[in-house]
């Protein structure tokens, strides 16, 4: 195996500092983002998308860290072969081939459905997670695909919360913030994404911005109007932020949010 790209820790280490709070949740996607950027700004020697794919590279070469991924490849290989059972029964004029041959594709349809919605959600929340708005919410380079507005709802003593009521606590509240968010944002056809760890988003259409607007509202008001209490009776205080600002067809994602 060829020698394993390097950088100092110190240079991880603030990359991940920068980005991070210490009680954030983070992903395997997350680490992975913050040793490319690292590694670019330490170095300058590639451009970020080809230093990604170097990097991916020697992940992948380094074992199966990615079984899901082999999973997916497997079944479209399967695919491949029932597609193929298919031409073959309809050049035979065999019925009952082209039946099987049809039951097994809608079967690795339906997998290959699952494990991409598995990737795409958030473990704890089960809202959308960052590759989900990467791979759907944007363009190729990560670019509004359509006039709206992008909307962001901030649990801002999260990481207090965890220290004063321990992570459960904090999980309930994630949890809790989510599922109001996600039941009402549904009806007007809208995905909740959780982005940053303590941070809700949601790209909305221009034509329902509005109402999008008023469910983040009203979400804030219940949950600030609701006493949460801890498994020995104490009160947990939740300070919510919500934030909104416009954007238009062709801004790029970042420079939108940190308008925000």
Known sequence: MTKLLAIKYAAFKEEMDS??????DITSLD?????????????NVLEEDKLRALIFNQFKNYGDFDKQMCEVAMSV????????????AIDNNDTDALKD????????KQRISALEKEMNTDETTGAF???????????????????????????????????????????????FVSKLLQKSLK??????????????IALSKEAVSKKTEKIFQDTVDLVLSKKFKTHDGKIL????????????KGEYFQEVYEEL
């Open 237 to 248: 205080n939740i300070e919510l932020q919500f934030d909104h600002k416009v954007f238009k």
């Open 187 to 200: 009806a007007v056809g809208i995905d909740l994404i959780r982005y940053m760890g303590v941070q809700f």
């Open 129 to 175: 997670n960052r590759k989900y708005l990467i791979n759907h919410e944007l363009d190729k380079n990560e670019q509004m695909k359509i006039d709206g507005v992008l909307m962001r709802l901030s649990i801002n003593n999260f990481a207090q919360i965890n220290k004063e009521h321990g992570h459960e606590s904090g999980d309930i509240v994630l949890k």
């Open 19 to 24: 980005a991070f709070e210490d009680a954030q």
């Open 77 to 88: 290989s399967d695919i491949q072969q029932s597609t193929q059972n298919a031409i073959n």
């Open 31 to 43: 680490v992975f983002d913050a040793f490319v950027s690292a590694f670019k700004n330490a170095t």
């Open 101 to 108: 041959a049809s039951a097994q594709l809608n079967e690795y």
